[in-house]
């Protein structure tokens, strides 16, 4: 069973849409969850971190939550055509020391 | 202020060939790590260095070693390359204590032949 789990799309939202991006992970012990951005050909960016239930808003962008059904979110409201990436969904287990595990990523397309 | 730093961009070596990649953390960052970015995949943990020594190692091979520096720098030496080892390699730094706020390089990317 992977340990992280991202629908890899592409998801296509036109402009000005909510884009939102789902993740779901197998280990309960898991502490923190991060979103990082890939642009084609460079390097990830964290955009968002999140460690406790809930929502957590940053700009345009809210992570979600729910340790419960083990899922975590992001959403990105007001989509921009410069949004258009990789979503890389990742997290720090309670048994990968500092380690982050990652999905696949979910590529999202922005169309002006 | 300097990011993280890596070196070379791009490298082709044949099967058998050993390689050294480099890594200059952002300044104010003491821990490294590197990770493997094969092609459509996310990034894969190969291990960490904190204080000049390999503290957490992911599920890579013996060929997979690496080194830090008293200046935190870091090496990645990959020994007796296959044609699966072709991938993006990432170094990230961050500060030990701070969390896991990873701050990556724009890494080198190995073709092996």
């Known amino acids: 069973q992977k340990e992280v789990e991202q629908n890899s799309g592409p998801l296509s939202v036109p402009e000005g849409a909510i884009a939102s991006l789902n993740c779901t992970y197998s280990?309960?012990?898991?502490?923190?969850f991060f979103w990082y951005r890939q642009y084609s050909g460079k390097s990830p960016e964290l955009i968002m971190s999140i460690y406790s239930n809930g929502d957590k808003e940053d700009g345009r962008f809210t992570a979600q939550l729910n340790k419960a059904s083990q899922y975590v979110s992001l959403l990105i409201r007001d989509s921009q055509p410069s949004d258009s990436a990789t979503y890389l969904c990742a997290l720090r287990a309670n048994q990968a020391g500092t380690a982050l595990i990652f999905g696949k990523g979910t590529t999202l397309s922005v169309s002006s | 202020d300097a990011g993280v730093t890596q070196s070379p961009t791009h490298l082709i070596k044949t099967r058998g060939q050993q390689v050294t990649l480099r890594c200059s953390p952002k300044s104010g960052h003491d821990t490294v790590s590197w990770y493997q970015q094969a092609l459509g995949q996310g990034p894969q943990f190969i291990f960490q260095?904190?204080?000049?020594?390999?503290?957490q190692r992911g599920n890579f091979p013996d060929r997979f070693s690496g080194h830090q520096f008293p200046n935190y720098s870091s090496e990645l030496n990959v020994n007796a390359l296959l044609l699966g080892d072709s991938a993006l390699y990432l170094c990230a730094s961050s500060l030990r204590g701070t969390g896991e706020k990873l701050f990556f390089g724009s890494g080198t990317q190995l073709s092996v032949l």
């Open positions: 280990d309960r012990g898991s502490q923190s």
């Open positions: 260095y904190y204080e000049e020594e390999e503290r």
